[in-house]
């Protein structure tokens, strides 16, 4: 069990950390494990770039702290030879970064030369896109890493709980579409083709960060993206492709869409008005954004909407 | 370790409220009229609060304010009187009630009235998947859309949706009756044991051994005089449908002629 939650704002910017923040810990008793959030805001001339250098159980441990210290040198370093321009860099917490840079060169070289650098894993890039994850529930998350601050347009969050891989932050949603700028999912339930997924996408150049089976539409959408597929045509596709039982959300940077498996077996709510589009696993959680009684509705068995932001 | 989050609500190790078995008593009683409200209280206080008004106080017709879609709300009411949710409770509301007439004055979420055994329970908007689930008796109306699995494992009692219904509605349905007036989803009454399903609009396929069937004066005079009760007005032209008794041990053949029969 997991809980998914994404919001659209019509009508420009909002405090979408803090937003988000009220649906997902609403929903902390679907999964308690950790949180994420892809929060976008305006597109910006500047590249941002969250990465992460050690996984927060190995934060301060033996030796960390200078292999933390030399892994950041060489970030900035590579991130000078390929031709980004920092701008700016900063740690909330020791092993989780986000950096600005002006660039405008290909992403996927960019990504794999820093995901070069051992322990490093970038989990988002582009130009609205920021994805925030880390163990524990949404308040926790939140002033960890200051999401109270981000405004944004529209985004799309998670809570996990463990059940087919380990309670760690490469588990935890939502998932960047590597090499895509600006793209992440975020998903509810199993896919029961995962390795036959992988195995055929593993064939086509794509890699992965985790062994979770959510990955899998990131870069199954990522795929379809690169092949000129619309995204909504891409996310009927996977209704077919994909065995199992799944409700996923995935946004760009100006797009939001949701798909429904054929047995409906995972939950989704839908709330719709004329600056607001909110969805989530539980009405409670729109219920506790909203502040009110509103008209909501379950979409049904296959199922795919999406919005223009 | 207990912790208090900024809503002051008290959170176990797991992110469960803590167990605390002593009613808020912030009910406003009026002779036999009692109403909650339900804003700042858990779960466990909504329904600790519930069942003292009904029980310890005698109260026959309770309103709950500002349910606020949490989950299982109003559970476990063994007692005929009158509940009135003004605003949406969550999942598994009324579950395993035996006499109580609930009316909802918004949507509900999955798995409503789930084991009923008895009473009724009328819905003013939407409910998700699962509606009904192992429904014993009773009657349970939607006024708007359900989601999937509607009536699954249903045992006894009447279940009416007027919108749409979603897939597998009637899943090894056992006794009892659906009725159905708009759309019904992929595999309509797949697996049922038993029970009829009644379908006002298109049907996008029915389940294994789930047949279509004559509908005859009992059916009519049953499905006006539940519209009638609920004032739901003309039901509208209906398809009856019933289990074809092929799949569940209702002949001596062997799986694997089972398998060629079906």
Not at chain 2, 112 to 135: Q, R
Request: proline share 4%; glycine share 12%.
């Amino acid at each position: 069990m997991c809980g998914i939650a994404g919001i659209i704002h019509r009508d420009g910017p909002s405090d979408m950390g803090s937003e988000l923040t009220t649906m997902l810990q609403s929903m902390k008793h679907r999964g308690p494990d950790s949180t994420g959030y892809a929060l976008y805001s305006e597109p910006d001339d500047l590249v941002t770039i969250r990465f992460m250098l050690a996984e927060p159980n190995e934060y301060g441990s033996f030796g960390v702290d200078e292999r933390l210290e030399r892994n950041r040198a060489e970030v900035e370093s590579r991130l000078a030879k390929i031709g980004a321009v920092l701008a700016t860099i900063h740690s909330d917490t020791g092993y989780a970064f986000r950096a600005t840079v002006r660039y405008d060169g290909d992403l996927k070289p960019l990504a794999d030369y820093l995901e070069d650098i051992p322990g490093c894993e970038v989990l988002s890039l582009g130009s609205s896109l920021e994805i925030v994850k880390d163990l524990g529930d949404a308040e926790t998350v939140l002033e960890q890493y200051g999401l109270d601050r981000i405004r944004g347009t529209h985004g799309i969050g998670h809570v996990r709980m463990a059940t087919e891989s380990d309670v760690d932050l490469a588990s935890a949603h939502p998932y960047w579409a590597y090499p895509f700028a600006d793209v992440a999912v975020v998903h509810n339930g199993q896919l029961t083709n995962y390795h036959q997924w992988r195995r055929r996408l593993e064939r086509s150049g794509h890699r992965f960060q985790s062994e979770c089976d959510s990955e899998i539409i990131a870069v199954y959408l990522a795929e379809k993206l690169a092949e000129g597929t619309d995204l909504q045509t891409a996310m009927k596709g996977s209704l077919d492709d994909f065995d199992g039982v799944f409700t996923y959300l995935v946004a760009t940077s100006n797009e939001l869409g949701i798909a429904k498996d054929e047995m409906a077996a995972k939950p989704l709510v839908l709330f719709e008005s004329d600056d607001l589009v909110v969805m989530a696993s539980e009405e409670m959680a729109i219920s506790a954004l909203v502040g009110r009684e509103v008209d909501t509705r379950d979409p049904f068995e296959r199922e795919v909407l999406t919005w223009q932001v | 370790m207990a912790g208090l989050t900024r809503s002051g609500v008290v959170y176990d190790a797991r992110g469960l409220v803590e167990p605390d078995p002593e009613p808020p008593m912030t009910a406003q009683i009026d002779g036999d009229r009692a109403v909650i409200d339900a804003t700042d209280l858990t779960t466990r206080k909504i329904n600790l609060e519930l069942k003292r008004i009904v029980y310890d106080e005698g109260v026959n017709d309770v309103t709950i304010l500002n349910p606020g879609s949490r989950h299982s709300l109003g559970v476990g009411i063994l007692k005929r009187c009158h509940i009135t949710f003004e605003g949406s409770p969550g999942w598994y509301a009324c579950g395993l009630i035996d006499g109580p007439e609930v009316q909802i004055n918004g949507r509900v979420g999955w798995s409503l009235a789930e084991n009923m055994m008895s009473g009724s329970v009328v819905v003013e908007g939407p409910a998700g998947s699962l509606t009904g689930a192992a429904l014993r008796g009773g009657d349970l109306v939607i006024k708007g859309n359900v989601g999937a699995r509607t009536g699954i494992d249903q045992k006894g009692g009447t279940i009416i949706v007027t919108g749409r219904a979603g897939i597998n509605t009637g899943f090894m349905m056992q006794r009892g009756r659906q009725v159905i007036c708009g759309d019904a989803g992929d595999g309509l009454g797949d697996s049922m044991y038993d029970g009829l399903i009644y379908v006002g609009g298109n049907i996008a396929s029915l389940g294994v051994d789930c047949v279509p069937a004559e509908m005859d004066d009992s059916d009519h005079e049953f499905i006006n005089r539940k519209f009638e009760i609920y004032g739901l007005g003309t039901p509208p032209d209906l398809k009856k449908f019933e289990c074809g008794k092929v799949l569940h041990n209702y002949d001596a053949l062997e799986p694997s002629e089972r398998k060629l029969v079906l």
